[in-house]
């Protein structure tokens, strides 16, 4: 079975604000062994494939208030060093121009990113901003899905206000082709919100990264029912075992084929993959 992680972080050390990297280097060993002044695509193949992950998304983000800069154009030519293995997603800034939409348009059609991510309660707004609207009607044409983070962070800087994933509730409802990912499924005081945003509205999913994977049956108690809509992310490097959150999945009441869609071909699907 195929494995698609699709929430991974990299970036040079410098992009990222210094706690950032003091909170890893704490967190996760093999963190200092990849991410350096110069950070290389190879050396996070090596680890994915000593992981035992095919793919993983790896994200941009603009969030200079919190966690840090890592620049669309920078993530676009990290993954082009790996194509196979590593899909760029960008991120829109809203601090500087050009307009949200412009910034979707140039990412996808020049750079190649192929989702994007945005970080609200890191970033410091409310997703169904309405300067963002561009940016989702960009996105739903050219196809992309955009990630949102919901739910707790223990970041310096972030602001769980703008965290709430029913405030995709709008979004959702006003671009009905826009492909959303719930990040962190709301965690954890939205849980139920979230799965319900799954039941609400057919365009979104649920990326279970940065959820304790024992806690996945409880959180999610229809998991099986929807599982259609759920994709399988680590948030790496907040984790330090890809392949031990994978292994932990696999010990769980859940159906070969709910394991083969969470896995592998919900995140295709939304990515336009083969298997």
């Not at 210094?18 to 190879?42: C, H, M, R």
């Given at each position: 079975m195929p494995i698609l992680d699709m929430h991974v972080h990299a970036g040079d050390k410098a992009q990222w604000t210094?706690?950032?990297?003091?909170?890893?280097?704490?967190?996760?060993?093999?963190?200092?062994?990849?991410?350096?002044?110069?950070?290389?695509?190879?050396d996070l193949v090596r680890f994915l494939d000593q992981e035992g992950v095919d793919k993983a998304v790896i994200l941009s983000e603009y969030t200079p208030l919190s966690t840090g800069v890592v620049p669309n154009e920078w993530t676009a030519a990290f993954c082009?060093?790996?194509p196979d293995r590593l899909i760029p997603f960008g991120s829109i800034c809203l601090y500087e121009s050009p307009p949200p939409g412009e910034q979707v348009e140039y990412g996808?059609?020049?750079?190649?990113?192929?989702?994007?991510?945005l970080a609200p309660p890191y970033g410091h707004f409310y997703p169904n901003d309405p300067r963002l609207g561009p940016a989702y009607e960009a996105a739903q044409g050219l196809d992309v899905p955009v990630m949102f983070?919901?739910?707790?962070?223990?970041?310096k800087g972030s602001r769980i206000k703008?965290?709430?994933?029913?405030?995709?509730?709008?979004?959702?409802e006003d671009f009905p082709k826009l492909k959303i990912i719930i990040s962190h499924g709301g965690?954890?005081?939205?849980?139920?919100?979230?799965?319900?945003?799954?039941?609400?509205?057919?365009?979104?999913?649920?990326?279970?990264?940065?959820?304790?994977?024992?806690?996945?049956?409880?959180?999610?108690?229809?998991f099986e029912r929807l599982q259609d809509r759920f994709v399988f992310g680590t948030d790496w490097p907040g984790?330090?075992?890809?392949?031990?959150?994978?292994?932990?999945i696999r010990s769980l009441p859940l159906s070969s084929q709910a394991l083969d869609k969470l896995f592998w071909d919900n995140a295709a699907a939304l990515l336009g993959l083969d298997r």
């Open positions: 210094p706690w950032v990297g003091e909170f890893f280097d704490k967190l996760n060993p093999a963190y200092a062994e990849i991410i350096s002044d110069a950070t290389q695509a190879a082009a060093e790996a996808v059609r020049t750079l190649g990113i192929r989702g994007l991510k983070h919901t739910g707790t962070s223990l970041f703008y965290a709430n994933p029913l405030l995709l509730d709008e979004v959702a965690r954890p005081f939205w849980y139920k919100e979230a799965e319900w945003l799954l039941r609400r509205h057919k365009n979104t999913s649920i990326d279970i990264s940065g959820i304790p994977p024992l806690h996945l049956p409880t959180a999610f108690p229809h984790v330090a075992s890809p392949a031990r959150q994978v292994e932990t």
